[in-house]
């Protein structure tokens, strides 16, 4: 495992194809796997640290591929060939997965705020499109109200409190007085 800038530990594996070594006595490669290993630790961190963690996680064949050019540039020069080089696991501590979580949390509570606002949006202009009807003939909304007081009495099964507009007991009282005045003229 290696680990970088002391958050994320990245495992990562070469593999050497084919030594060429060259009968050149000033480069006699000698412990290649610690060679190769020293290096891969270093061209890792330089690579990997010009990445975000997202694309570390989601573009792994992208950063492999500029990982194994790298160090199949350098290790050219020493007479290896490296064929393969790849990340093999990336590990998160445990407060980096808590706030990866927290912030896909996040990201799904802004998905469902903008769902329940464009529901809301829709909703208004259908209710100001009956609204419009309802200006065009006031019984209209009179007619509503009832059906809206019937629905509540038989959902909750309890006692309604109407609001009645004064205009209707007006009417009332005026066709009180009128129903009394049309008994008293047939008992005459």
Do not use: C
Request: no cysteine; net charge neutral.
């Amino acid at each position: 495992m290696r680990n970088f800038d002391h958050a994320v530990n990245v495992s990562s594996k070469g593999h050497l194809s084919r030594v060429a070594i060259q009968n050149d006595p000033v480069r006699p490669v000698v412990g290649r796997g610690h060679l190769l290993h020293n290096l891969e630790r270093s061209v890792a961190r330089v690579i990997i640290g010009q990445h975000d963690l997202d694309e570390v996680l989601q573009e792994r064949n992208k950063i492999n591929t500029l990982l194994r050019e790298s160090i199949a540039s350098s290790t050219a020069a020493w007479g290896l060939e490296v064929q393969r080089f790849e990340m093999k696991d990336v590990e998160l501590p445990v407060a980096m997965q808590q706030v990866m979580a927290m912030q896909a949390e996040a990201i799904r509570e802004k998905r469902a705020r903008i769902i329940k606002a464009e529901a809301e949006l829709e909703a208004s202009v259908k209710l100001s499109a009956a609204a419009a009807q309802i200006t065009a003939n006031p019984a209209a909304l009179e007619l509503r109200r009832m059906q809206m007081i019937a629905e509540v009495g038989a959902e909750n099964n309890s006692t309604t409190v109407l609001m009645i507009p004064s205009d209707f007991v007006s009417l009332a009282h005026n066709l009180n007085e009128y129903l009394r005045r049309q008994a008293l003229r047939e008992n005459t």
